[in-house]
């Protein structure tokens, strides 16, 4: 194994580009060190791009934010700005592991890991938030929701890395919030897993909504259906049972002995009702 | 393999080593340095018994690479007494009787050392939530807290 620290975001995409074997990015390093330590991958070639410039800044950009990719969840967590406009976002990320994890865990990491399970992607996703990636071929950016490929495989092309997240600016009146459920308070994976964003105008009623579910398939998805069932509405009873029902229809999980189908299908449902009160709550309405 | 030559900064003073490129940032304080302090209690990040600082935040050295030490600041147990003065978490543990085994101890000093230099006056909760990555396989866990909040009273009253 070779470790490589570049000197430019160039010769890093030169250097994955160009390595015929299995090649890893260390960010945080909490999910790498322990598949190399596992014996669960060998790579051939280790990159660090933590010392980039801008890799472990967080920048006001168009309303919004942009976090660089080596950014881990106690640096998010400490950002003001992120978190009053992103609070769904920042829960999700520092639901991951303890706080020696938070220390290191980034949520480019955590989307690149391509686990089903990954507590940031669903926020990152009912955000609409994008990635900036640079490869051979420059520099692009692409939705976070088209990332995920299925378990532990990535969208991401032969050399392509990510630089940053862009969280985009919101309207007024807008929320978000992430649940999970798991058997333990803490260091657990989610069994299933909801996420909502969305906005209401000044009578209350939600005039646009995203809701992306977590370890109920083999990526993270956005639900149109579940969103289509509460936008133009108060939330009132009837439009959180039609969330609910919308997000089960949309599950397709694994069955094993932390979770059932049954279970996992039903309890997504009950935290997409949940998360969407939570992400009202904050919008400043009422149901 | 090829190895790396890297130059760090150990508990204040400047340290250099040569190590692996696959090599833990624990295996190097423990096998070349002499830092034993850190403890491989699993090695993939769920104990905390390898708890060090790397420019000032808590993680647990064993999901670090030797090689990404480079030009960062670690801290380790090692640093927390000044000479023969133990500090007060030190102390409390100690005087609470806080350790059985004394595997866990050094990463729960460094941890519960990290949250009092942040937050003084923790609750309870808060305590028991920022260490929830530190387990002790001896179960002394209220122990520990105890020491940790005692240790929080005698550090804010000096
Ligand atoms: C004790 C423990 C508890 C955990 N608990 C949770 C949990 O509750 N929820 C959860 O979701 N996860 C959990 N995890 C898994 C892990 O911490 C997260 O997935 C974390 O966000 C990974 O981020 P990282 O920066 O450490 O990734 P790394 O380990 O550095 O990288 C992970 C993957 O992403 C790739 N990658 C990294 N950076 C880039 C980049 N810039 N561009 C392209 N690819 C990149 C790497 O090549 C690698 O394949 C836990 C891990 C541990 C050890
Ligand atoms: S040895 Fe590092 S967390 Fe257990
Ligand atoms: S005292 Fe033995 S592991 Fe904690």
């Known amino acids: 194994m070779r470790f490589v620290r570049p000197e430019t975001l160039e010769e890093a995409a030169t250097l994955l580009g160009q390595e015929s074997g299995v090649t890893r990015i260390i960010s945080g390093g909490t999910d790498v060190m322990v598949q190399m330590r596992s014996g669960l991958v060998a790579p051939d070639l280790v990159v660090d791009l933590k010392h980039l410039t801008g890799l472990r800044s967080i920048t006001p950009e168009a309303g919004g934010f942009r976090i660089g990719a080596a950014v881990s969840g106690a640096q998010l967590g400490e950002h003001e700005g992120v978190c009053a406009l992103w609070p769904g976002v920042v829960e999700g990320v520092q639901l991951i592991g303890s706080t020696q994890v938070q220390g290191r865990a980034t949520m480019v990491g955590n ?7 990954a507590d940031a992607v669903p926020g990152l ?4 938030a994008t990635v900036r990636i640079m490869g051979p071929n420059g520099s692009r950016d692409c939705p976070v929701a088209e990332i995920p490929a299925g378990p532990g495989r990535t969208t991401l092309g032969k050399g392509e890395f990510v630089t940053s997240v862009f969280l985009p600016a919101r309207p007024e009146r807008s929320g978000d919030a992430y649940l999970r459920f798991t058997p333990r308070t803490e260091m657990d994976i989610a069994v299933a897993a909801a996420a909502v964003s969305l906005t209401v105008d000044a009578k209350g009623v939600v005039t646009a909504a995203r809701v992306a579910l977590g370890a109920v398939a083999p990526t993270v998805m956005l639900v149109p259906e579940a969103a289509a069932a509460i936008i133009g509405t108060t939330l009132d009873d009837a439009a959180q049972a039609a969330l609910a029902a919308a997000a089960s229809a949309a599950c397709n999980p694994i069955d094993d002995k932390r979770g059932t189908i049954e279970f996992r299908t039903r309890v997504a449902g009950v935290l997409a009702r949940r998360a969407a009160l939570i992400a009202l709550a904050r919008a400043g309405g009422q149901n | 393999m090829k190895t790396i030559h890297v130059s760090t900064t150990v508990n204040g003073d400047a340290a250099e080593f040569i190590c692996g490129p696959d090599e833990s940032l624990l295996d190097v304080l423990r096998n070349r340095l002499g ?3 850190a403890k491989e209690g699993c090695g993939t990040g769920d104990c905390g018994a ?5 420019d000032g935040r808590l993680v647990c050295s064993c999901l670090v690479l030797g090689a990404e030490a480079e030009g960062v600041t670690v801290d380790t147990i090692e640093g927390l007494a ?5 500090h007060p978490l030190q102390q409390s543990f100690i005087d609470h009787a806080a350790l059985q085994c004394g595997v866990c101890t050094p990463g729960i000093l460094v941890a519960a050392k990290a949250l009092l230099d942040r937050n003084p006056d923790p609750t309870e909760t808060e305590v028991r939530y920022w260490l929830a990555g530190n387990l002790c396989r001896c179960t002394g866990y209220d122990k520990i807290i105890h020491a940790v909040m005692d240790a929080a009273k005698t550090m804010r009253a000096a």
């Open chain 2, 35 to 37: 830092l034993t302090g």
């Open chain 1, 111 to 117: 989307l690149c890991n391509g686990s089903p399970a």
């Open chain 2, 82 to 86: 000044e000479g023969d003065h133990l």
């Open chain 1, 125 to 128: 996703v009912a955000a609409d």
């Open chain 2, 50 to 54: 390898c708890s060090v600082m790397l």
